[in-house]
């Protein structure tokens, strides 16, 4: 198949404005791999950070941003005989989702649900493979124990209140607006703070802690975690990497546990296997629908992550494409 695809550029670092509208030649397909017609994809912080420089994976210039999208099979290599042109599907990339197609790996796609709209659809695989990865396989979550998730009206912080919920852990929510806690509260939240609160974090004694805020939250969060607790460290939506006192985790007998939840699979595939078969799962019984905030244009991909960067997204950001 040859001709030209439209997709949203980054050509140089720099802050969302950077990226630019920019017609693609495609290539053909290698063995295992399908074409994809994106109809939608999901919007990231990641996204923000890699646009900025500021990401642990940088991608050679100049490159599509987009971790993961949601579309239909237009192509398939000759060996793949899992999917067929027309199967709607999850797409999960290590970029290139901003864009009118892309090419996947057919082992990493998942079955889009009927019931869900492509944005839903292209909104699910980062925040739900993220608040898995953290809660269920790196932070043993039990039933009847308490998790905080900071950053809970966020895109990974309402997936981690949601799955906290199903795994039957009391959660607390700590989010900035009465939009964001009221999102948490409709996913199950038992509780909801405001950080802005003085002293917020008293009277919370917290089993594990999901974070993927840092900064001053994370020095204000470490009192409410219980002896014994597990801090699960997501990412630093906040500013700069907080630098916590060994001495505090001693007293504490507290765990620091750092979450790489697209990195995990990569490095030890039985984990990926048992990561792919939760969010299967999920898609199978209709959990981790995501909640959609503004949904953008393709052309539109600047605003939106100017709109994330500055701390007004409840939920997810989705680009309509097509
Ligand atoms: N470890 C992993 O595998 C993994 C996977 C995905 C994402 N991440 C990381 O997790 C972090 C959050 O990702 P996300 O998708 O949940 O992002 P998000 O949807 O933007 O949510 C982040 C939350 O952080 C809080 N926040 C505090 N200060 C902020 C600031 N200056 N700018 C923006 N947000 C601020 C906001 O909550 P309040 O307004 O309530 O404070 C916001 O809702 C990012 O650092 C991302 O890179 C890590």
Redesign the pocket.
């Known amino acids: 198949m040859t001709g030209r695809y439209r997709a949203m550029v980054c050509r140089r670092l720099g802050p969302p404005e950077v990226l630019e509208e920019a017609w693609l030649a495609r290539r053909g397909l290698q063995p295992g791999e399908v074409r994809v017609a994106i109809r939608a994809a999901g919007i990231?912080?990641?996204d923000l950070?890699q646009v900025a420089g500021e990401y642990q994976h940088k991608p050679s210039m100049p490159f599509v941003p987009g971790f993961e999208a949601a579309g239909e099979i237009v192509e398939t290599a000759p060996d793949v005989s899992s999917w067929r042109t027309g199967d709607p599907v999850i797409l999960r990339l290590r970029g290139g989702g901003y864009a009118e197609e892309a090419i996947a790996t057919a082992s990493t796609l998942l079955p889009k649900p009927a019931g869900w709209s492509y944005e839903e659809a292209a909104a699910f695989p980062?925040?739900a493979a993220?608040a898995w990865?953290a809660l269920v396989q790196r932070g043993r979550l039990r039933a009847s124990e308490i998790l905080l998730v900071l950053?809970a009206?966020?895109?990974?912080?309402l997936a981690a209140v949601s799955l906290g919920v199903t795994l039957g852990a009391r959660v607390i929510a700590v989010?900035?607006?009465a939009e964001?806690r009221a999102a948490a509260q409709t996913a199950g939240a038992a509780s909801c703070l405001d950080?802005a609160s003085p002293d917020w974090w008293r009277g919370v004694t917290a089993d594990a802690v999901f974070d993927?805020?840092g900064?001053v939250l994370f020095e204000q969060a470490f009192r409410a975690l219980a002896p014994g607790g597990r801090w699960l460290v997501?990412?630093?939506?906040?500013?700069t990497p907080p630098r916590p006192a060994a001495n505090r985790l001693l007293l504490r007998e507290a765990e620091l546990i750092g979450?790489?939840?697209?990195e995990q699979g990569r490095r030890d595939p039985s984990a990926g296997m048992l990561q792919d078969a939760a969010l299967r799962d999920w898609l199978v019984s209709g959990q981790g629908r995501p909640r959609l905030d503004v949904v953008y244009r393709l052309g539109e991909a600047g605003t939106a992550l100017r709109r994330?960067?500055e701390?007004q997204?409840t939920g997810k950001l989705v680009l309509r494409i097509g």
């Open positions: 990231n912080f990641p950070l980062v925040a993220t990865t950053g009206g966020g895109g990974t912080g989010a900035s607006s964001k950080p993927p805020v900064g997501v990412g630093f939506a906040g500013g979450i790489r939840a697209g994330l960067s701390r997204v």
